[in-house]
């Protein structure tokens, strides 16, 4: 692809026009001089130094923190802040003119170290915040706690959290939580209930991740700003919808923790499902956290369990001529995966959704790692002209493609005149590149949006109790049945497009692949 432009990354500053609009909506939700604590569980942890430092850091170079905040490490290794600095610096990509300020942010920062399961740890996390108040003038400290934790340890630690740090009542307490969010809906619900019993549900944020992608959030606005595509977002007029995520690299060093999981519950089940409610849900009655996840539980709700019929899974194997360094290593040639295990890397599942405006259109989610490329969009395939005037085969379906990652995009594929003389159709695009149109802009990353979210209580973009429940429900059954019954996997080689298989499901289904578009990317 064609590409002159500059590409913005996380390492530069959000524009002052953007850093001002967002200052001036989180100016009506809180206050920037009231005391915060921002405390990070795990915080020795991969996630901690690869993600959250790195994103406050980011947060509060660009002044989007409030200005009284302490960011408190808290785990059991024995660390100093100059340590925790060395594990997260490298991924904070500091330059060297914002030295003074990542300085500033570092003696923000403390460290608190304490077991997950008893409560001497807590008390001290505790008196560390009841300093900073008395610090703060004696004005209540909000907090923001951050659990990013093995599911092993997730009980105990909410558990005393409750016990030991919660506010008092004239400040808030909010908890973020990662996934997995359980194994299956049984173990999912009994997590449920558990933080129920601790926590009122405005006070839990399950993050996925990928409802802050710019591409995922701007799906409502295509479907509910755009009068030009409302009437046809329907049974009428769509083919099929395909929901997908391809990654180029296999489960790295991950992979004692997958093979626990499968592509179905670390990806399928959550970043995907979520995406279809977007894409599948009614027009909710206002912008309103509740009234938008409600119409995402009506979704989940009218969608039929998958069955192991509409399943194709995989798994790869090593294919040294692809270029890749990790593609001389197939899934279980990793010494932490046993050798005969079953767990999918690749999966493709469809999804039917039996309400009024779906029935008879298939969902395709398709997600797996050790693939040809890096990829994730939703690719709405129209159903052909009624009465087509033109000789046969040469009008192809039209598709709306909204590229999440990488290079934003969203592009309508559909046919226009052969330009010049005669009446010759051909197949085009309205292409609306985000780095083209937006060329100034650096897009906030994901965790970026989501921590700004919770600091002004906004849920709108953080899964609730129900909306977990009901995606299990779809997926559980299917999941124990590959289990129960061992069911193996196909193997695909690493490099590939995964399984011919899933391409056949789809096309069973009515999915149309012509291979007849070519896309020419414009000279910038
Ligand atoms: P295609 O018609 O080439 O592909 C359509 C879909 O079919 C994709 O899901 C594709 O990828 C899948 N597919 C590919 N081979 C097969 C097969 N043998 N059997 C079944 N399905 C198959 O159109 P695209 O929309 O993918 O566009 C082609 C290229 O043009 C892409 O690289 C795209 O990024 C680029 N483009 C870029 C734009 C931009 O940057 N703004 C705008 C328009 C196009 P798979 O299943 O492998 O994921
Ligand atoms: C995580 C999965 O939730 O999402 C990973 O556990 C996956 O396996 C990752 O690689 C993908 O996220 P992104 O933002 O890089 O597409």
Redesign the pocket.
């Given at each position: 692809?064609a590409d002159k432009c500059k590409r913005h990354s996380v390492s530069d500053p959000l524009s002052k026009d953007l850093v001002e609009c967002l200052r001036e909506s989180m100016q009506r939700e809180l206050k920037f001089e009231t005391p915060y604590v921002f405390v990070v569980f795990g915080a020795s942890g991969d996630l901690a130094k690869k993600k959250i430092y790195p994103t406050l850091w980011w947060l509060f170079r660009d002044n989007l923190l409030p200005v009284n905040i302490k960011f408190v490490g808290y785990a059991r290794s024995d660390l100093i802040v100059c340590r925790l600095r060395e594990s997260f610096e490298k991924f904070c990509k500091v330059r060297e003119s914002e030295r003074c300020a990542f300085d500033d942010f570092i003696k923000k920062c403390s460290y608190v170290q304490g077991q997950y399961d008893t409560s001497d740890g807590f008390q001290k996390l505790q008196s560390s915040i009841a300093d900073f108040q008395k610090e703060s003038h004696d004005q209540a400290v909000n907090r923001l706690y951050y659990l990013a934790l093995p599911p092993s340890v997730f009980n105990v630690v909410s558990t005393e959290l409750k016990k030991n740090c919660m506010d008092n009542g004239d400040s808030w307490t909010r908890v973020i939580i990662e996934k997995p969010f359980g194994h299956d809906l049984k173990s999912s619900c009994e997590l449920s209930t558990h933080l129920a019993n601790l926590f009122k549900e405005d006070q839990i944020y399950r993050i996925d991740h990928y409802l802050g992608k710019e591409m995922v959030q701007n799906l409502m606005v295509m479907r509910f700003g755009n009068r030009i595509l409302a009437p046809s977002w329907n049974r009428d007029h769509i083919a099929s919808v395909?929901i997908?995520f391809?990654e180029d690299f296999g489960t790295g060093g991950r992979a004692g923790y997958f093979d626990t999981a499968g592509i179905i519950r670390d990806v399928m089940q959550n970043h995907l499902m979520q995406i279809l409610t977007l894409v599948a849900m009614e027009k909710p009655a206002s912008l309103n956290a509740e009234d938008i996840r409600d119409e995402k539980v009506k979704v989940l709700k009218a969608a039929k369990v998958v069955e192991l019929k509409d399943i194709v899974v995989g798994q790869y194997v090593a294919n040294p001529e692809f270029d890749h360094p990790e593609a001389s290593q197939g899934y279980k040639d990793d010494k932490s995966v046993p050798a005969d295990s079953t767990t999918p890397t690749y999966a493709l599942a469809v999804v039917h959704i039996n309400n009024e405006r779906w029935e008879g259109v298939p969902f395709f989610l398709r997600c797996g790692k050790a693939l040809?490329?890096k990829?994730a969009e939703v690719?709405i395939q129209f159903k052909e002209v009624s009465g087509d005037i033109y000789p046969s085969g040469e009008l192809k379906r039209s598709?709306l493609?909204m590229?999440v990652q990488p290079?934003e995009?969203v592009?309508m594929?559909l046919m226009t005149k052969k330009p010049g003389m005669g009446f010759g159709v051909e197949e085009t695009?309205l292409?609306?590149?985000y780095h083209n149109r937006y060329k100034e802009v650096r897009l906030p990353d994901a965790y970026e949006r989501l921590f700004l979210e919770v600091f002004m209580g906004s849920q709108i973009n953080f899964v609730r109790t129900d909306e977990l429940e009901y995606a299990w429900r779809i997926l559980t059954p299917v999941l124990e049945e590959l289990e129960k019954k061992k069911i193996q996997p196909v193997q695909y080689k690493f490099g590939s497009?995964g399984p011919t298989e899933g391409?056949d499901l789809?096309?069973k289904y009515g999915?149309l692949?012509?291979?007849?578009?070519k896309?020419v990317?414009p000279k910038l």
């Open positions: 692809m395909m997908s391809k040809n490329e990829k690719r598709e493609v590229r290079n995009a592009y594929k695009e292409d609306l590149t497009r391409d789809m096309q999915f692949f012509t291979g007849t578009y896309w990317a």
